[in-house]
């Protein structure tokens, strides 16, 4: 049993899957990169009461593992269902998503503090993306609140550890999402807004 995170694997993964993600910047459509994985299905807490004939809170407070969200594997058919309560804020249900993401890269088949805080990092380097925060020179969590759409919790966090974030990064996968990101911003005419 792991009991210790490996942040610069869980780092490495968030920027790998960013290499294959084909949508907008500097808000990661955490939605558009789930459907582009073609491994990974989405059901809502609303969807599942309705499929269990419960409540939504009976569901969440009573059925579900958790009150944000939580992936089933379904190893027969070679996807995942992530399961996430719709009736949270936007901010949340994208942390909540990208964390799901997390665990089912980081391979984690048992749910305890290190695979937590795995997930916790591989979501903040997908979603917050180092390249982003030092082409805008982002400098205050209200910065990344602003620029990736974020909760103010997890825009504190991502901000206290950009520096072991940065430094987990290969120099391979900084440069791939960093040119991944001007290609877009030159693409889009937005340039002048990122300076790297």
């Known amino acids: 049993m792991k009991t210790e995170p490996n942040y610069k694997y869980a780092t490495n993964a968030a920027y790998t899957e960013l290499s294959y993600y084909n949508g907008s910047f500097p808000q ?15 059901k809502t807490y609303s969807q599942a009461a309705r499929h269990f004939k419960c409540s939504h809170n009976e ?3 009573h059925i579900a593992q958790s009150e944000y969200g939580f992936t089933i594997a379904d190893f027969n058919n070679g996807h995942y269902i992530i399961c996430y309560n719709d009736l949270k804020d936007e901010k949340t249900i994208r942390f909540t998503l990208a964390h799901e993401l997390g665990h089912i890269r980081l391979g984690h088949t048992e749910d305890n503090e290190a695979a937590d805080r795995e997930a916790n990092c591989f979501a903040r380097n997908l ?3 180092v390249q982003l925060v030092r082409g ?4 205050t969590a209200e910065d990344y609140v602003e620029c990736f759409g974020i909760s103010l919790p997890m825009a504190e966090a991502a901000l ?18 960093n040119d991944k990101i001007y290609s877009y911003m ?3 005419g937005l340039y002048e807004l990122y300076h790297v």
Not at 161 to 170: E, G, N
């Open 59 to 61: 569901f969440t407070y």
């Open 160 to 177: 206290a550890h950009f520096k072991s974030d940065f430094y987990y990064i290969t120099h391979s996968n900084y440069q791939i999402i």
């Open 136 to 139: 805008y020179s982002l400098s």
């Open 186 to 188: 030159t693409g889009y």
């Open 28 to 42: 990661i459509n955490i939605i558009e990169l789930l459907f582009e994985s073609g491994d990974i299905i989405l």
């Open 127 to 129: 979603l917050c993306p």
